[in-house]
């Protein structure tokens, strides 16, 4: 899944060298946070965040196959 995020996000930013994915694992839950330069974070969250819920669906929809739970944090 880490791979997956980092592949759509790098395809999105101008800087692919700044992004970085950190996975924290749970009991329950995948905590992925995702740290991009800050020219680029309006480009990863989206007008109103339509880019950001895009990636929070698919990886929803992949972690959901997996029989797990993900979610993704934008830190800025």
Not at 1 to 6: A, P, Q
Not at 22 to 47: H, Q, Y
């Amino acid at each position: 899944m880490k791979d997956l995020i980092e592949f759509v996000v790098k395809a999105l930013v101008d800087d692919p060298s700044e992004v970085k994915i950190t996975e924290i694992n749970g009991d329950k839950i995948t905590l992925f946070e995702l740290r991009v330069s800050k020219d680029d974070i309006g480009k990863v969250i989206g007008k109103k965040g339509k880019t950001a819920g895009a990636i929070r669906t698919i990886l929803n929809a992949v972690s959901t196959k997996q029989g797990k739970r993900a979610e993704l944090e934008i830190i800025e």
